[in-house]
T-cell receptor, first 110, second 115 residues
């Protein structure tokens, strides 16, 4: 099976940088994905790392280290609208389905 | 708007009843996934269909079943409902299945309340 661990809550101020970590245990996986979910909304895809290293998409970047079973999502120039829950997810090679972490609730303060 | 539609948006029913949730994937997507999200919980994968056939199964109870029709829409049937089944049920879709389906598009969800 798989398990993913991420912090339950993170608080930061507008304009700051925040890093949300994710550690995982899985017998085999394709890569690490990140999803954002606003309260009452649907999850939306943010980024994917299939290989080790950093992927950048605008203010968001995501990193993966397969040897450390670790990844993170980096949010820069935080805005109030970034207040949401962020989920890391792995695609299991066996079940071929996404397994999500329990989510990190980010609160951006003025 | 992800292009994935789900109906109904809200559903209130009593214990022991049966309900059907409906999902239409994005145009061109062949894979449909169902997830359950309980209050303050993460997303639990239930089941996946690809082009009409069951592809992967997660933590889906025997009281729950799903199917994907020839027009690719999908239905999730929940029977003998219990209070603990109250949750948000999301449908998601992707073009492919397997390792390349890490990018999924989620519908707005159906909020089920069992009283």
């Amino acid at each position: 099976g798989q398990s993913l661990e991420q912090p339950s809550e993170v608080t930061a101020v507008e304009g700051a940088i925040v890093q949300i970590n994710c550690t995982y245990q899985t017998s085999g996986f394709y890569g690490l994905s990140w999803y954002q979910q606003h309260d009452g909304g649907a999850p939306t895809f943010l980024s994917y790392n299939g290989l080790d290293g950093l992927e950048e998409t605008g203010r968001f970047s995501s990193f993966l280290s397969r040897s450390d079973s670790y990844g993170y999502l980096l949010l820069q120039e935080l805005q109030m609208k970034d207040s949401a829950s962020y989920f890391c997810a792995v695609m299991d090679t066996g079940r071929r389905a996404l397994t999500f972490g329990s989510g990190t609730r980010l609160q951006v303060q003025p | 708007d992800s292009g994935v539609t789900q109906t109904p948006k809200h559903l209130i029913t009593a214990t022991g009843q049966r309900v059907t949730l409906r999902c239409s994937p994005r145009s061109g997507d062949l894979s449909v996934y169902w997830y359950q999200q309980s209050l303050d919980q993460g997303l639990q994968f239930l089941i996946q269909y690809y082009n009409g056939e069951e592809r992967a199964k997660g933590n889906i109870l025997e009281r729950f079943s799903a199917q994907q029709f020839p027009d690719l829409h999908s239905e999730l049937n929940l029977s003998s409902l219990e209070l603990g089944d109250s949750a948000l049920y999301f449908c998601a879709s992707s073009v492919e299945a397997g390792g390349s389906s890490y990018e999924q598009y989620f519908g707005p969800g159906t909020r089920l309340t069992v009283t």
